[in-house]
C-alpha cells in the first residue's frame, strides 16, 4: 500500500513555500532531521515519531530521514526539497516494515529529488556550498550536527577549487516556529479532530469512574478511545491523578486506586497526524463533590472562564495568567486557604502554595509548542490563528495541616484549548463538559 502524507502534499508544499522569501533574502540552507529510533531496552525500540519541525514540513514520517530546502532563483520559487531517506531493502522490510525510498519520497511526498541516506555525506557537501547560512535545529539531533560540520569543514578543505563553505548556522527555531505558531487549515483542522478526540475520552473516563477502580483502567479507556478513533494515541503522557495524587503536576504513575471521596484529576489529549490536543478535568470519584471540594473546583473554575474570556486578539498569555491569578487569590482568601487579604495573596505571591505553574502555553505539534512568548521583551499580544490552553489550579497536598482538614488531598485543574480569532475566543475543548453539576451528573448517570 502506497503511503500517502496526511493531511496532503499541498499543505506541506504551501508550509515550505512560506519559506522561500526568508530562504532567498539570506541565501540559506535550511536542514532537518527526522530522528532515529530509539532503544526502549536491549533490542526492542520505542514507537517512532518523527521529528516534530521535520514531520511538519515534509509529512514524512520514516526515521533515518533528512531533508533540504534549496531557495528558488526566483521570488515566488518554491525551495527546492531535497530527501535523503532509508533506501528500499526487501529484505529488512520484512523484518522491520516498509519504506519509502528515494522513489516514494519523489512520488508520495513532492520531493524534488531524493537519495538513500548513505549518499549524505557525499552529497551533502555540493548541496550547501555558496549558501551563506544553513538553518538547522542546533544541538537537536548530534548527527546532524555532526553532518553539517563535516560537510562544511569538507568544502572549506577544497576552497582552492573555488569551494565556498557557509559562513553561519542559524537556529531554525524561530523560522519554523514562527510559522507554527500561526495555524493554517490542516493543522487547524488537525487539532480540532486531536481536541474534540480528547474531549470524547473525558466524557467516557468521566462515564466509567467508579470508587475502586485504579487510575490505570482510567489511563487505559482514555487511550483506548484515542486509539479506536485513529489517533497515535496520547500526545504526552497521560496524568491520572486520584486524591492527593493530583497535586502531583505531571503524576503519570497512574497505578492508585480511586476512593470514594476522593477528586480524580484527568489530563490527556489525543494526538491526530502530529497535533495534540490537551484537556484538563476534574471530578468527584462519588459523582458529589464535598463542599470544600465544590467550593475549591468552583474557583477553578471561575479562573478558567476569566481567563478565556482574555483570550482575544491583542490579549497576551501574560494577561491571561494575571486575570487568573486574580480569581485565585480572591477564592483563596474566601475559602479561607491563606489568612491574608487577596491583594496580598497575590503581591506577596502567596497563592505559590496551592497554583505553583503558569497558566497558558501555545499549543500544537507539541503539547507545549512552538513559537516566541514574548516580542521585543513585552509579553506577545494574541493573533488570530494562534491556539494555547488556559489551564488554571489549586493544589492543596494533603500533609498541609495549615488548612482545614476538609480541603487537604484535592488538586483541582480545568484546562481548555482556545483558538484565537477576530470574533473572540473559540473554545475548541467545550465539548468536554465542566460545570460542577454536568460533571457529578456523568460520573453518576454512567
Ligand atoms: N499536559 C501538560 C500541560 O497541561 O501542560
Ligand atoms: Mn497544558
Ligand atoms: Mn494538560
Known sequence: MPRRPSPDLETYSARRSRLADS?????????????????????TEFRFRPDSDFHYMTGLEEPGALAL????AQPGEPPRFVAFVRPRDPAAEVW??????????????????????????????????????????IGRWPALDTALATAIHS??????????????????????????????????????????????????????????????????????????????????GSIVGTGDNATILHYVDNRDQLREGEVLLVDAGAEWDYFSGDITRSWPVSGRFSAEQRAVYEVVLAANVAGIAAAEVGGSIDAIHETCLKVLCEGIAELGLIDAKPDAILEQRLYRRFYMHRTSHWLG?????????????????????????????????????????????????????VLITAAGPEVLSAKAPKAADEVEALVRGG
Open 365 to 417: 505539534v507539541d503539547v507545549h509548542d512552538v513559537g516566541r512568548y514574548t516580542l521585543g521583551g513585552d509579553p506577545r499580544p494574541f493573533a488570530p490563528g494562534q491556539v494555547l490552553t488556559v489551564e488554571p489550579g489549586l493544589y492543596i497536598s494533603a500533609s498541609d495541616e495549615s488548612v482545614a482538614e476538609g480541603f487537604r488531598g484535592i488538586g483541582v485543574r480545568i484546562e481548555d484549548d
Open 155 to 236: 568544502l572549506r578543505r577544497r576552497n582552492r577549487e573555488g569551494c565556498s563553505p557557509p559562513r553561519r548556522l542559524g537556529e531554525v527555531g524561530d523560522l519554523i516556529g514562527e510559522d507554527r505558531l500561526h495555524k493554517d487549515a490542516a493543522a487547524l483542522a488537525s487539532l480540532r479532530r486531536a481536541i474534540e478526540l480528547s474531549a470524547a475520552a473525558h466524557i467516557a473516563a468521566m462515564r466509567a469512574t467508579r470508587a475502586g477502580m485504579w487510575e490505570y483502567e482510567i489511563e487505559a479507556l482514555i487511550e483506548y478511545e484515542f486509539r479506536r478513533q485513529g489517533s497515535s494515541g496520547p500526545g504526552y
Open 23 to 43: 530562504l532567498r533574502d539570506e541565501n540559506a540552507v535550511l536542514v532537518l532531521y527526522g530522528g532515529e529510533l530509539r532503544t526502549r531496552s536491549n533490542d
Open 69 to 72: 530546502l534549496l531557495p528558488g
Open 96 to 137: 522491520s516494515g516498509r519504506r519509502v525510498g528515494p522513489q516514494g519520497a519523489i512520488e508520495q511526498f513532492g520531493a524534488d529529488e531524493a537519495y538513500a541516506i548513505d549518499e549524505l555525506a557525499t552529497r551533502l557537501p555540493e548541496l550547501i556550498d555558496g549558501y551563506d547560512t544553513v538553518y538547522l535545529p
